[in-house]
């Protein structure tokens, strides 16, 4: 997945590396990167992640403190 010429992008919004920092993930046995800027929406409302995050609309939110 991850080669030298192989330009990493936010699962979410599609920003690269270059343009913002990525944060890496993995779900379902599978990585991903997301940006710091859409981090909020996997941890609250990750069903908007679904079909771009494969498993995603099966997340629940986290909870409130």
Do not use: F
């Not at 099966?58 to 909870?63: E, S």
Request: charged fraction near 15%; proline fraction near 9%.
């Amino acid at each position: 997945m991850n080669d030298s010429t192989t330009l990493l992008t936010c699962l979410n919004c599609g920003r690269s590396e270059q343009q913002v920092p990525l944060v890496a993930l993995r779900y379902n046995q599978t990585p991903g990167w997301i940006c710091s800027q859409c981090l909020p929406i996997l941890i609250h409302q990750p069903q908007r992640l679904a079909g771009k995050l494969k498993g995603a609309e099966n997340l629940p939110p986290a909870a409130e403190h």
